[in-house]
C-alpha cells in the first residue's frame, strides 16, 4: 500500500471484503470438522484440535491448509518486502523514506517470527503424519509379550493372539521406534510464539495503547473527581 500510495481510504474500502473472506473460510473449516467428529485431544499436552489422532484428517485439515496459507503468505509478504524497499530508496521526501523504512522493518521482523514458526510446526506435523504408524504399531508390538498368555480354553482370545501375531510379524526384530518427546515441546512453543509475535508487533502497538489510555482516562477521572 506504501508503494503504491494507496490512502487509508482505498485500504479501509477492501476491508470488509478480505475480513468476509477470511471468516467465512474458517467458518466453513470449522464446521465442516465439528460435523465430522475430527477434533481429538493431544496425548500430550491434552488440548483439542484436529489430527491428533487421524492421520487421514491430520493431512487434510491441517498439514494442506498451513501449507497454502504459508506459501501465500510468503509471496506476499515478498512482494510486500520489495515494494516497500523499492519506494524507500525513493528520496524525494525524505520523512515518508523515514516511515517507510520503519515500516519495512516491523514487516520484515514479523515476517521471521511468524515464518520461522509457522514452517517448524508444519515440519513436525509432517514428520508426525510419516511415523505416526510406526509409533503406535511399536507401541501395541512391544507389550504383546503380556497379551501372549496362555489361553487355551478361551478361543477369542487365541483369535486376537493370532491377530496380533499377524500383526506384528513385520515389527519384530526392528526394535521399538518411538516419537522425540523435544520434539513435540518445541511444536507447541513454536505455535504459541507465532501468536505472541503477532500480538507484541500488531495488535499491543502505540496506538493501541493510546487508545485504552482514552477509553480509560474518563473513569479514572470520575473516580479521582468523586473522592
Same mark, same amino acid.
Given at each position: 500500500?506504501?508503494?503504491?500510495?494507496?490512502?487509508?481510504?482505498?485500504?479501509?474500502?477492501?476491508?470488509?471484503?478480505?475480513?468476509?473472506?477470511?471468516?467465512?473460510?474458517?467458518?466453513?473449516?470449522?464446521?465442516?470438522?465439528?460435523?465430522?467428529?475430527?477434533?481429538?485431544?493431544?496425548? &500430550? !499436552?491434552?488440548?483439542?484440535?484436529?489430527?491428533?489422532?487421524?492421520?487421514?484428517?491430520?493431512?487434510?485439515?491441517?498439514?494442506?491448509? *498451513?501449507?497454502?496459507?504459508?506459501?501465500?503468505?510468503?509471496?506476499?509478504?515478498?512482494?510486500?518486502?520489495?515494494?516497500?524497499?523499492?519506494?524507500?530508496?525513493?528520496?524525494? +521526501?525524505?520523512?515518508?523514506? +523515514?516511515?517507510?523504512? +520503519? &515500516?519495512?522493518?516491523?514487516?520484515?521482523?514479523?515476517?521471521?517470527?511468524?515464518?520461522?514458526? !509457522?514452517?517448524?510446526? &508444519?515440519?513436525?506435523?509432517?514428520?508426525? *503424519?510419516?511415523?505416526?504408524?510406526?509409533?503406535?504399531?511399536?507401541?501395541?508390538?512391544?507389550?504383546?509379550?503380556?497379551?501372549?498368555?496362555?489361553?487355551?480354553?478361551?478361543?477369542?482370545?487365541?483369535?486376537?493372539?493370532?491377530? &496380533?501375531?499377524?500383526?506384528?510379524?513385520? %515389527?519384530?526384530?526392528?526394535?521399538?521406534?518411538?516419537?522425540?518427546?523435544?520434539?513435540? %515441546?518445541?511444536?507447541?512453543?513454536?505455535?504459541?510464539?507465532?501468536?505472541?509475535?503477532?500480538? /507484541?508487533?500488531?495488535?499491543?502497538?502505540?496506538?493501541?495503547?493510546?487508545?485504552?489510555?482514552?477509553?480509560?482516562?474518563? /473513569? /479514572?477521572?470520575? +473516580?479521582?473527581?468523586?473522592?
Amino acid at each position: 500500500a506504501s508503494a503504491q500510495r494507496w490512502s487509508a481510504e482505498q485500504l479501509a474500502a477492501y476491508g470488509p471484503h478480505m475480513h468476509a473472506f477470511v471468516w467465512t473460510l474458517s467458518a466453513l473449516k470449522t464446521g465442516w470438522v465439528l460435523a465430522f467428529g475430527l477434533v481429538d485431544a493431544d496425548p &500430550l !499436552t491434552g488440548l483439542c484440535s484436529v489430527g491428533n489422532l487421524n492421520v487421514t484428517a491430520l493431512r487434510l485439515y491441517v498439514i494442506l491448509p *498451513q501449507s497454502v496459507y504459508l506459501c501465500v503468505g510468503v509471496l506476499f509478504l515478498s512482494l510486500g518486502c520489495v515494494a516497500a524497499t523499492a519506494a524507500t530508496s525513493n528520496k524525494n +521526501k525524505p520523512s515518508d523514506g +523515514k516511515k517507510r523504512s +520503519k &515500516l519495512t522493518v516491523r514487516v520484515g521482523v514479523f515476517a521471521v517470527l511468524y515464518t520461522v514458526p !509457522t514452517t517448524f510446526t &508444519l515440519a513436525v506435523h509432517f514428520y508426525e *503424519q510419516f511415523y505416526r504408524d510406526s509409533w503406535e504399531k511399536s507401541a501395541v508390538c512391544s507389550r504383546r509379550t503380556m497379551a501372549l498368555a496362555p489361553r487355551a480354553g478361551n478361543r477369542l482370545m487365541l483369535n486376537i493372539d493370532n491377530e &496380533l501375531e499377524r500383526y506384528c510379524s513385520d %515389527v519384530t526384530g526392528t526394535g521399538s521406534t518411538e516419537p522425540e518427546l523435544y520434539i513435540f %515441546v518445541l511444536k507447541g512453543f513454536m505455535s504459541l510464539l507465532a501468536g505472541i509475535s503477532a500480538g /507484541c508487533f500488531w495488535i499491543w502497538s502505540r496506538q493501541t495503547w493510546l487508545a485504552w489510555s482514552h477509553v480509560c482516562r474518563p /473513569c /479514572c477521572c470520575r +473516580k479521582s473527581s468523586r473522592k
